[in-house]
């Protein structure tokens, strides 16, 4: 995706990269999830109210939805917009409540309730299930790919986003977008990004519908003449790509992940189908953040050893590979992870009731306000090719199965 430099212009590379005084940009990440992204909503919430406005925005699936919506909008449609597509896609399940304070059973019942009515029935302007079913559609059709049709999908993206924002060259209005997929033949990951636009083209509404194109459910989508599924077969979070982008100024990312890496030792089999579910999509976040802090560490020794060597070696290509490593730029990554209630199951990613959206929504704004109150978030400190990764929700609670919780 065009990340390497030529070694002849290494020291001009490097000069342009070296972090202005005071400049941090912001990017978030966005993790696939389903249901579970309004947890993400109600992260930006918050990240509005407190003037944390992101230049860069990357998801994958749901975590594509949203921040299709978010660069899509501008900054004072954003939460409107983000509010509109949850509310539309809860609506036919707005009805069905129950108090909080009923107890877990009669909250795992309705939740798992509510999820069968989703895979009857489908959800309003998202996916409907195919008639006649897909085993009973022509072989080698699109319809006879998956279960249900995400047309509805289509248009609402088309009402609820600019995608001309999204691909505008007016660096003052953009927010730049990636979004993760899967080529269904080559079985390689593909960003499109809309920084890019020579090589990836305009992002319209079918870039996003591939994110989240996850089989059997949804079919394949088709971008010129190749067809994508969900980028959360291969990976379900964007973070690696964010960091691994040359960047000029320190850099501060929000990464809002749906499934948590660390759980209990499950008691039964719904337990079991849900903490695989956790795990597979979990991506391996904190193994990304541990390459990161190597590949940092890397980058600043070579660069220290690159300023003690001779002049002549300055154009050295092997030396170049090496200060490449990392960035001279700090890096800052606020790391927040929905974690699952007690009564929720393997059904949580595609169980879209208002309540439980709700509820999903207010949590992820209650992360992100703990996490921006904590007095290590504000005594953070920048330095040239530093690394930060903060999980400041993480110690103060303890998840509904008394396991201290972790990502």
Known sequence: MGLRRSAGTSDASRRR???????????????GGGALGSYQAGVYEQMDAHGLRPSWVAGVSIGAVNAAIIAGNPPERRLARLREFWE???????????????????REWLSESRAAMV?????????????PPAPLQPAGTRAALSWYDTAPLAATLERL???????????????????????????????????????????????????????????????????YWDGGLVSNTPLQYVIDQPRAHDMLVLQVDLFSARGPLPRNLNEVAEREK??????????????????????????????????????????????????????????LIYRSRQYESQSKDYEFSRQTMLEHWRQGAADLRTSLADPRWAARRRSAGSLAVLDL???????NRGQSPGG
């Open 17 to 31: 990269a070296k972090p202005a005084a005071g400049v941090e940009t912001c990017a978030l990440v966005l993790q």
């Open 88 to 106: 539309l896609v809860t609506s036919q399940l707005g009805w069905i409540t129950l108090p909080e304070s009923c107890g877990n059973q009669a």
């Open 119 to 131: 895979a009857l029935l489908g959800v309003p302007g998202f996916f409907q299930p195919r008639v």
């Open 161 to 227: 986003i600019d995608f001309d924002l999204v691909n505008t060259r007016d660096a003052r209005r953009k927010v730049r977008l990636s979004i993760g997929a899967v080529d269904l033949a080559s079985g390689n990951f593909r960003y499109f990004d809309s920084a890019h636009p020579d090589d990836d083209g305009p992002i319209d509404a079918r870039h996003v519908m591939a994110s989240g194109a996850l089989p059997p459910g949804f079919a394949p989508i088709e971008i010129d003449g190749a067809w």
């Open 278 to 335: 956790d795990i597979r999509f979990a991506s391996r976040t904190r193994l990304n953040t541990d390459r990161a802090a190597r590949l940092q560490a890397l980058g600043a020794a070579a660069r220290r050893l690159a300023a003690r060597l001779p002049a002549a070696l300055a154009h050295d290509p092997d030396l170049a590979e090496l200060t490449r490593l990392g960035s001279p730029a700090a890096l800052t990554i606020l790391h």
């Open 393 to 399: 929700t993480a110690p103060a609670k303890r998840d």
